[in-house]
């Protein structure tokens, strides 16, 4: 199967690989997926006093596709408010890097990781968890 | 000069020998008869080229020309022996038994067997790959009549004890068939020696062309018998019908020739190439071979890279031409079956790569190969979670994850 060359292209320049600090208070982590499944994706985002995700870094052990989607999702994170980012669908990971039927599951993941990372973020500022749909699954 | 990418997997296919080429050209040219024509200049030349490549054939394995059936391929070749076993020897049982590490072309034939009323024992194997005797000789019932092993294994190069497994059979009077598809002009193979009743092998994976293989079928001690799986003009002694594919049938001769002649030396060069690139990778930390490093086919290595996924390492590793265990698609997250009977675990199975080496492979290709792979690995773990919390110190059967 041949990899669309935006695939290609965050494969191989991802965006924002690393770590942030996941004992600070306005830090966001999702770990989602298992190693069994061949995908794990660790998320986070960093959110200033306004909402804003002012900073997010992926690690991402998976395939090309999976590499892609978090590097993709970490882009569109920052600067967006926690609010906007949970509007992020997997479908449109989907479409920007014209992921195969195959790989769906590697943009499911990261939506996972988004709204996973978000949760953390809010359960940490007093806020109620946001019931994640699990259809995906 | 290098040439990119380089092609490091012969265990799916090899490139075809240009002396086999060249032996071929005449038959698909002005050559063109139909090897079953009696009464013509034509057919008499194609009969004697396919004989000629029996012999060729013959030669290599140790058996008589005349027991060489020949097929579209090794897929062919294990569906008319385990159907072909099944149907002929009905009267004396319905009972196979085989390995849950056999090809699938071995497998699924066996799954349809079972469809048609047979049974079948799927023997799993140790953690280095190879078949426990003691449970294959118990498994035996009054019922079994075939025992299906192959010769060596596709994905990790690991070789089963033959002259052991044809020695229980034969006490049991049960028939020996072996898929010798990844051994067969790799490594001396012997029917007499073997003991083996049955072989299937293919032509695309020793240097030959595709579309071609055969059945070794033996004809005394024990006169073995397949019923046909395709009915025709009663061609290869009535076990396949079907115009013979004379080019190809003659490129498999060839390519069994030079096998024969060229095995010891091409081996030696092959297994210093295999074990340089093996010693040179297993310096990654985390790193794992996989299957018998004793019991193995010279030219495969089956390596796991712990914390990085095999096909995102394919992709890193794009100059490369090899294979994963790992299967990352929707429609199965299954990591490769093979590795998993070994006792690995899912993620050590989807971090595996398998290289097959060729008699075409040079060391300046292995060279690049070395480097190639570990800065991937390298460039992978650096993004990897699970590479990170290893090295944190994080037991990673601790944590919880969430299955998909």
């Given at each position: 199967m041949a990899y669309s060359d935006k695939v290609i292209d965050h494969y191989s320049n991802p965006r924002n690989v690393g770590t942030l600090d996941k004992s600070k208070n306005n830090v966001g982590t999702g770990l989602v997926g298992a190693p069994e499944c061949g995908d794990v994706m660790r998320l986070q985002i960093e959110v200033d006093e306004?909402?804003?995700?002012?900073?997010?870094?992926?690690?991402?052990?998976?395939?090309?596709?999976?590499?892609?989607?978090?590097?993709?999702?970490?882009?569109?994170?920052?600067g967006k408010t926690v609010d906007e980012a949970l509007s992020i669908d997997n479908m449109d990971i989907v479409e920007?890097?014209?992921?195969?039927?195959?790989?769906?599951?590697?943009?499911?993941?990261?939506?996972?990781?988004?709204?996973?990372?978000?949760?953390?973020?809010r359960v940490k500022n007093g806020l109620p968890a946001l019931e994640l749909p699990k259809s995906h699954h | 000069m290098l040439t990119l990418p380089i092609y490091l997997d012969n265990n799916a296919t090899t490139p075809l020998d240009p002396r086999v080429l060249d032996a071929m050209?005449?038959?698909m040219t002005n050559m063109f008869g139909n090897a079953a024509s009696r009464n013509h200049a034509f057919g008499w030349q194609a009969e004697?080229?396919?004989?000629?490549?029996?012999?060729?054939?013959?030669?290599?394995?140790?058996?008589?020309?005349?027991?060489i059936i020949f097929t579209s391929g090794a897929t062919e070749s294990d569906n008319l022996a385990i159907k072909g076993v099944f149907e002929m020897y009905a009267s004396k049982g319905n009972h196979v038994i085989t390995l849950t590490t056999e090809h699938k072309a071995v497998l699924d034939t066996c799954k349809h067997i079972e469809k048609l009323g047979g049974k079948v024992t799927y023997l799993p194997v140790n953690a280095e790959g190879l078949v426990d005797l003691k449970q294959l000789e118990e498994a035996i019932t009054d019922k079994t009549i075939l025992i299906s092993v192959m010769y060596a294994n596709n994905e990790i190069g690991v070789i089963q004890p033959m002259r052991e497994i044809s020695a229980i059979a034969k006490k049991h009077g049960v028939l020996f068939f072996t898929d010798g598809t990844q051994a067969v002009g790799k490594i001396p193979v012997d029917v007499e020696a073997d003991g083996i009743d049955l072989m299937a092998f293919s032509g695309h994976k020793m240097y030959g062309p595709k579309g071609v293989g055969a059945l070794y079928v033996r004809r005394k001690n024990p006169r073995v018998k397949v019923t046909a799986q395709m009915d025709g003009g009663g061609h290869e002694r009535g076990m396949r019908s079907g115009t013979l594919n004379v080019p190809g049938i003659v490129g498999l001769g060839k390519a069994a020739e030079i096998a024969k002649q060229d095995m010891e030396?091409?081996?030696?060069?092959?297994?210093?190439?295999?074990?340089?690139?093996?010693?040179?990778?297993?310096?990654?930390e985390e790193s794992y071979v996989n299957g018998s490093v004793e019991h193995r086919l010279p030219h495969v290595s089956n390596i796991s890279f712990k914390y990085v996924e095999g096909e995102g390492l394919m992709m890193g590793v794009k100059d490369l031409a090899v294979s994963s265990g790992s299967a990352c698609t929707s429609a199965s997250l299954e990591p490769s079956y093979v590795l998993k009977a070994l006792g690995l675990s899912d993620d050590l199975a989807h971090s595996s790569l398998r290289f097959g080496l060729s008699r075409f492979t040079t060391d300046e290709e292995i060279d690049f190969a070395i480097d190639h792979v570990k800065e991937a690995v390298s460039k992978l773990r650096e993004m990897s979670p699970l590479w990170e919390m290893f090295k944190e110190g994080i037991d990673l059967d601790t944590i919880e994850w969430a299955e998909h």
């Open positions: 306004n909402q804003v995700i002012t900073d997010a870094k992926f690690k991402t052990f998976g395939c090309g596709s999976a590499i892609a989607s978090s590097s993709l999702a970490t882009e569109w994170l920052k920007e890097l014209a992921l195969p039927p195959v790989k769906i599951h590697c943009s499911v993941l990261a939506e996972d990781a988004i709204k996973t990372a978000i949760n953390d973020y | 050209l005449p038959y004697e080229a396919v004989d000629y490549a029996r012999e060729q054939i013959a030669s290599l394995i140790n058996c008589s020309p005349k027991e030396s091409d081996t030696k060069r092959i297994a210093a190439m295999r074990d340089r690139l093996e010693k040179e990778l297993l310096t990654i």
